[in-house]
């Protein structure tokens, strides 16, 4: 048995050594399946998120926009529910920012301290919600946290005494987690949070199957180029021989979970070498690279109890394609 690494090395090519090693472990083990698989947090590395950037502003990704919108409409009344207490602001995945300065903005006119903690793996994309959030609310304080999600909740630590905090969680970037998992990462969200603490968690809905489809594979080929970059990432990090021409992008919906999922299909009889290995696709074979849940309303609240919140509001668009939903902890 190999003792664990602690320190992560940096490779010539700047990655590092251990998140290669996982990288390359996900990509061999996932492509020997029968059903073949690549896990879906390999495709935001720096190219591969500023692609979805890029996607959240097209006209067919609906997700983005509705969301900015109940936001606007909604933050006075998340404003409301915190008055008049310090607040921080833990935001689980900025994005662009234009999303949480809203949010910011209308808090900052009711409480009399505000602290904005972004989360993110990304030194750069930090930099970018502290940036934003300063222009927003000038007199905000800043603390962002360099880690993965599970990370960042498990250093949360308690509160101070007064403070109110709110944890955002927006996007629907919980549907990319199966339905234990996510599950699971409320709950622990929950258990990270105490009497008063507040959580706001996007979720997209199910809608009819042309919006979804059009969002999920969009006639620019944002999103093509979004899934295929988990290719061209292995090539670049791993020296795997994809051949980027030979795989096509696939969007199809699952109705049983109900879920968009992600594939990339090869083209035609290929093999593809990598750390030291052959591994082959057949013509039509597919490689699954992504889940995007959609849920019904009795799965948000669901979702709400299971973890242990209480439901405060629940903000939704007038054709019902997305929910915020603002839970409380209890007590
Ligand atoms: C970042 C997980 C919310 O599933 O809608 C967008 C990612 N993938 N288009 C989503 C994504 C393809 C997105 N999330």
Same mark, same amino acid.
């Given at each position: 048995m190999r %003792?664990? /690494? /602690? +320190? %992560?090395h940096l490779r010539a090519d700047g990655t590092p050594a251990l998140a290669r090693d996982a990288f390359l472990a996900d990509v061999l083990g996932g492509l020997s399946r029968p059903q073949k698989a690549i896990p879906s947090r390999w495709l935001y590395d720096a190219r591969g998120s500023r692609l979805f950037q890029w996607i959240t502003n097209l006209p067919a990704y609906y997700p983005t926009r509705v969301e900015r919108e109940l936001l606007s409409a909604c933050a006075p009344d998340v404003a409301a /529910?915190?008055?008049g207490r310090p607040c921080t602001v833990v935001d689980l995945g900025a994005g662009d920012g234009h999303k949480t300065a809203v949010l910011l903005r209308a808090l900052a006119a009711r409480v009399p301290?505000? +602290?904005? %903690?972004?989360?993110?793996?990304s030194a750069a994309a930090l930099a970018e919600a502290?940036?934003? %959030?300063?222009?927003a609310v000038p007199g905000a304080a800043a603390r962002p946290v360099r880690a993965i999600y599970a990370e960042a909740l498990r250093r949360l630590g308690p509160g101070a005494p007064g403070e109110a905090r709110l944890v955002l969680f927006l996007g629907s970037s919980i549907g990319n987690l199966e339905h234990a998992e996510a599950a699971a990462f409320l709950a622990r969200l929950r258990r990270a949070l105490g009497p008063g603490d507040h959580a706001l968690v996007g979720f997209d809905l199910v809608k009819p199957l042309d919006v979804l489809r059009r969002a999920y594979d969009d006639p620019q080929g944002v999103t093509a180029a979004f899934n295929l970059n988990l290719l061209a990432r292995a090539n670049r990090e791993l020296s795997a021989d994809f051949d980027l021409a030979a795989f096509r992008h696939r969007a199809t919906w699952d109705p049983g979970r109900?879920?968009?999922?992600?594939w990339l299909e090869s083209a035609r009889d290929q093999a593809v070498h990598l750390g030291g290995r052959t591994l082959r696709l057949a013509a039509g074979e597919r490689i699954h690279t992504e889940i995007s849940c959609k849920y019904r309303p009795a799965q948000v609240a669901a979702f709400a109890a299971e973890a242990g919140f209480e439901a405060a509001a629940r903000f939704t668009d007038a054709r019902g394609w997305f929910c915020d939903a603002l839970w409380r902890v209890g007590g």
């Amino acid at each position: 048995m190999r %003792a664990p /690494r /602690r +320190t %992560a090395h940096l490779r010539a090519d700047g990655t590092p050594a251990l998140a290669r090693d996982a990288f390359l472990a996900d990509v061999l083990g996932g492509l020997s399946r029968p059903q073949k698989a690549i896990p879906s947090r390999w495709l935001y590395d720096a190219r591969g998120s500023r692609l979805f950037q890029w996607i959240t502003n097209l006209p067919a990704y609906y997700p983005t926009r509705v969301e900015r919108e109940l936001l606007s409409a909604c933050a006075p009344d998340v404003a409301a /529910r915190l008055e008049g207490r310090p607040c921080t602001v833990v935001d689980l995945g900025a994005g662009d920012g234009h999303k949480t300065a809203v949010l910011l903005r209308a808090l900052a006119a009711r409480v009399p301290a505000l +602290t904005y %903690a972004p989360v993110d793996v990304s030194a750069a994309a930090l930099a970018e919600a502290c940036a934003r %959030a300063a222009e927003a609310v000038p007199g905000a304080a800043a603390r962002p946290v360099r880690a993965i999600y599970a990370e960042a909740l498990r250093r949360l630590g308690p509160g101070a005494p007064g403070e109110a905090r709110l944890v955002l969680f927006l996007g629907s970037s919980i549907g990319n987690l199966e339905h234990a998992e996510a599950a699971a990462f409320l709950a622990r969200l929950r258990r990270a949070l105490g009497p008063g603490d507040h959580a706001l968690v996007g979720f997209d809905l199910v809608k009819p199957l042309d919006v979804l489809r059009r969002a999920y594979d969009d006639p620019q080929g944002v999103t093509a180029a979004f899934n295929l970059n988990l290719l061209a990432r292995a090539n670049r990090e791993l020296s795997a021989d994809f051949d980027l021409a030979a795989f096509r992008h696939r969007a199809t919906w699952d109705p049983g979970r109900p879920a968009m999922e992600s594939w990339l299909e090869s083209a035609r009889d290929q093999a593809v070498h990598l750390g030291g290995r052959t591994l082959r696709l057949a013509a039509g074979e597919r490689i699954h690279t992504e889940i995007s849940c959609k849920y019904r309303p009795a799965q948000v609240a669901a979702f709400a109890a299971e973890a242990g919140f209480e439901a405060a509001a629940r903000f939704t668009d007038a054709r019902g394609w997305f929910c915020d939903a603002l839970w409380r902890v209890g007590g």
